[in-house]
Each structure stands twice: as C-alpha cells, then as structure tokens.
C-alpha cells in the first residue's frame, strides 16, 4: 500500500501554567500542527509546490524543521557533535530544494526522531542558561531558543495553510 | 496634486535574546506586529485588498483588519473587560474583518490598528503573567496572561506566514 503521511492526534496546549510548562505546550502544539497539515497526503503531494511562485512544499517545511529543531536545540544550545541534516556546503537550502529525490516516509521518522532527541536535550535545563551561538557569536538563553521555536514553527505553520489548501483544498487551524 | 496613499515604512526593531519572561514575550509580539506591517509596507490600497492566493480570501488589507479585531478582542474585552465594542465583525458578516474590505478605507484601519495596539499595550501594563481571566460566550474557560502573550505571538507569526505567500504573489517580495 502506498504510504501517506500519518493521522496526528494533536495535543493542546494548556491555558494555565508555569512558563516552561506553557512553552513546551505551544511547542509540541506547533510541531502536531505540521504533522497535521500532511495529515493523508502521498509523497507526491508532499512535494508539491502548490502556491507559485513560492517554492514551499510540506515536506520541505518538514525537513526544514527537522534541520532547525538539532540546530538550535542540539547543535548550538546543547553543544552535541552532530551534524546538520540535510544541507552541504554546496546548498544552503538543500532541505528545501531537494525535496524532489527525498524519500518522504524516512523524512517523517527523521523529523519524529528529532523531536525526541531534542525534547531530551534540554530536558535538565533551566530557560535561564545561556549559551554563546556559534554561527554569529550572540549571546542568547534557552527561553529565547523555545519563544523563537514557537514562532519559526508557527510562521512555517501558516505556510503549511496555504500549501495545504491549494494541494486539495483542506483548511482548518 | 493627489499622491495616493501607501503602506508605510516600518522601522521593526530586534528584541532582546537573553533576559526576563515579560520583556521577551513583549519584545517578540511587537516584532510581529512590525512584522505585519512590514509586509504591507509600499503597497496601495488596491494592492493591499488583492486575494493573491487562489482559492484563500486572505488578503494583507484583511490580514490588519483581522489582527485589530484579535487584539482589542482578547486584550481589552477578555482581560481588562473594558466596554469596547467588537471590531468589524458582525453576527451577520463574521467574517467582515477579512471580506468587507474598502480600499478608501485602507489608511483609516492601518490608524485603527495602531491606535488599538498602543491602547492594548497601555491596559496590559496593569497585569501580570500568572493573573487569569475568563473567555467564551458558550462555555467559560479560564487563562493566564502568560498563555495569551504566547498565543498573540503565535497568532501573528501563522498570519505573517500567510503574509509572506501573499505578498510573494503580489510582487515577488520576500524576507523574514
């Protein structure tokens, strides 16, 4: 049977809360949003770039994500010897580019995987440390890293809309 | 001679990237706000009203209305409970913010906009993250403020995502 991408149960976040508790809740709500804006789509249509002259497809906002969620979790908070996924040297935006040769169904299980390497990654730190970006030299907290997170997935999340609508006319928050 | 008016210039400031909760929450909302504005800036009124999306009726003129009406509506309504009637919206049209557009109006709900976000800001001063408060004609339910800071964020950065794709249809402009 031909693989689509999978039904999401989304989880909410919750209206009352200490601040990492909420931020972890609008996190996890936008990253099940994405999931769900894929929701029963084929590989091909995942690829599709549906809103011209945008070049934006779901999957490539998928491997886009999974790319972001090691960068800044990972990679520059965390300090882990990992590599980037997705792009070289040669292609800054491979994980958007190369979309056509992916394989959609190993694109999803990387992406979940992410998600719970980089949930543990932090998961002992305080929204307080900070820690000195190694692309640019700022200085930046993990608070700043989970806000940015929130609004990068909620950006690309309202790209997702439009992408979706126009691949078959699906909307809904 | 008449110049017609366009979406102004925004001079959209970078926010802090280590510091306290409220400053950061505050910071990043108003970096969307600019972010809104920033992605109207140069266009006309007619610029400003075109559903450049097939099939979406969203629009950059729609997309302001829309963040008005949000703003007063959870900021002023829902927390502060001032008397302060609904933007745009109507039983009849609840969807007037988006779809009721009138290009000869563009300029007065760019002020509108501003206007309610400065009267916004000036009732939230009064609150702190941990106060609640209750919302919901149907069924009550209670929030904080800190759940609301992140929701607006959220809010606007998924429209501003809708913004980007319009505007890159109208002209081709593009950027964070």
Redesign the interface.
């Known amino acids: 049977m031909t693989w689509t991408a999978p039904v999401i149960d989304r989880r909410t976040?919750?209206?009352?809360?200490d601040?990492r508790t909420?931020?972890q809740g609008?996190l996890d709500f936008?990253r099940d949003t994405l999931l769900q804006k894929c929701r029963g789509l084929t590989a091909e249509q995942l690829k599709q770039a549906s809103?011209?002259?945008?070049g934006?497809t779901l999957l490539g906002l998928v491997r886009h994500l999974a790319l972001v969620e090691r960068s800044w979790f990972r990679i520059r908070f965390a300090g882990e010897d990992v590599k980037d996924l997705y792009i070289t040297d040669d292609n800054q935006d491979a994980e958007f580019d190369d979309v056509a040769s992916a394989d959609a169904e190993a694109d999803f299980a990387v992406y979940r995987a992410e998600l719970v390497a980089c949930d543990a990654a932090v998961a002992d730190r305080d929204?307080e440390e900070?820690f000195v970006d190694p692309l640019g030299g700022?200085?930046?907290?993990l608070?700043?890293v989970y806000?940015?997170m929130?609004?990068?997935?909620?950006?690309?999340?309202?790209?997702?809309?439009?992408v979706r609508?126009?691949v078959d006319?699906v909307t809904g928050? | 001679m008449t110049i017609s008016w366009t979406a102004p210039k925004i001079d959209r400031q970078e926010g802090?990237?280590?510091?306290p909760?409220r400053a950061?929450?505050q910071d990043?909302l108003n970096w969307?706000r600019d972010t809104l504005l920033l992605k109207c800036e140069g266009l006309t009124a007619e610029q400003l009203g075109t559903a450049a999306?097939?099939?979406?009726n969203?629009t950059l003129h729609g997309l302001v209305r829309h963040l008005t009406k949000v703003e007063r509506s959870w900021f002023r309504q829902d927390v502060a409970g001032e008397d302060v009637p609904k933007l745009y919206s109507t039983a009849e049209r609840p969807d007037a913010d988006y779809e009721d557009l009138d290009a000869s109006a563009a300029e007065a709900d760019f002020a509108a906009y501003r206007d309610e976000v400065a009267a916004c800001d000036a009732v939230m001063a009064g609150y702190e993250?941990d106060d609640?408060f209750t919302f919901g004609r149907v069924e009550r339910?209670?929030?904080?403020v800190?759940?609301l800071y992140?929701?607006m964020?959220?809010?606007?950065?998924?429209?501003?995502?809708?913004?980007?794709?319009i505007r890159?249809?109208i002209d081709?402009v593009t950027g964070?």
């Open positions: 976040e919750p209206y009352v809360g601040e909420m931020l609008w936008h809103v011209p002259p945008s934006l929204l900070t700022s200085t930046r907290s608070r700043w806000i940015h929130i609004e990068e997935y909620a950006r690309h999340n309202g790209h997702a809309d439009l609508e126009r006319g928050d | 802090p990237l280590v510091g909760e950061m929450l990043y969307h999306v097939p099939t979406s969203l993250l609640t339910q209670t929030m904080s800190r759940c992140l929701h964020i959220e809010e606007y950065a998924r429209h501003n995502g809708h913004a980007d794709m890159q249809a081709g964070e």
